[in-house]
């Protein structure tokens, strides 16, 4: 498809698990950009890569997220050690070039921690 | 201070009215902002951007910014029960870092 697609759409982790969650970009958006979305709040910016370099990871709460972009394309966000404040839709977007530039969201990655 | 405000509403507006969201900004350097609207479970769509001073209309859409007042608007005309949804106000960080703040959103209800 032409869009940005995220995977999995839905996961459930036990507290203290790993999570790995997925963001295919739309092809040949240079921009790329996670955010953390709880309830009733707007997105959360977490992080933002440009091709394969992260330039800001200003947002990322602890140190145990994580955000890859080994290829300049696919986005890999990573949790360790899941906690129950983690609970959020986690929505990525990408852009042709800069943050200035229209973004478009992904579905969301929506992730329950128990 | 928040770096992005709006009032998170409910803002309740009768059909065929003009629905009108603020939003002000604390970046000074912001050149660029956005609009988006959110559907309950779905994911930001951009409705308008804009990055003059001034006005910017795009069919029942109007954005209006205000840069020495730090202040954007958006004006709905006629409006319609499907555009109930959260609007977010977006904007970049100008000062070299390449984050986007999205303000909290603000819930419209369109009556019939």
């Known amino acids: 498809g032409a869009g940005v697609s995220q995977s999995p759409r839905y996961k459930v982790a036990k507290r203290g698990q790993d999570v790995a969650l997925r963001c295919d970009p739309i092809?040949?958006?240079?921009?790329l950009f996670w955010y953390q979305q709880a309830l009733g709040q707007g997105p959360e910016f977490l992080t933002y890569?440009?091709?394969?370099?992260?330039?800001?990871k200003s947002g990322l709460p602890s140190d145990r997220f994580f955000a890859e972009r080994p290829e300049g394309s696919v986005s890999t966000l990573k949790i360790q050690r899941t906690q129950q404040e983690d609970s959020a839709v986690y929505l990525c977007?990408?852009?042709?070039?800069?943050?200035?530039?229209?973004?478009?969201f992904g579905p969301g990655t929506r992730l329950t921690v128990l | 201070q928040k770096e992005v405000e709006q009032n998170s509403g409910p803002l309740s507006v009768p059909e065929g009215a003009i629905a009108s969201l603020n939003c002000t900004y604390s970046?000074?350097?912001?050149?660029?902002f956005f609009w988006y609207r959110q559907y309950s479970g779905k994911s930001p769509e951009l409705i308008m951007s804009?990055?003059?001073?001034g006005d910017k209309e795009d069919g029942r859409f109007t954005a209006q910014l205000n840069k020495a007042s730090q202040y954007v608007s958006l004006l709905i005309r006629d409006s319609q029960p499907s555009d109930s949804a959260t609007y977010l106000c977006?904007?970049?960080?100008?000062?070299?870092?390449?984050?986007?703040?999205f303000g909290t959103g603000t819930k419209l209800q369109v009556i019939p």
């Open positions: 977007a990408s852009s042709k070039i800069t943050n200035t530039d229209t973004q478009y």
């Open positions: 092809s040949g958006h240079v921009s």
């Open positions: 890569f440009q091709n394969e370099a992260q330039l800001d």
């Open positions: 970046d000074r350097g912001s050149q660029s």
């Open positions: 804009i990055y003059s001073n």
């Open positions: 977006a904007v970049p960080y100008s000062g070299g870092y390449q984050k986007v703040t």
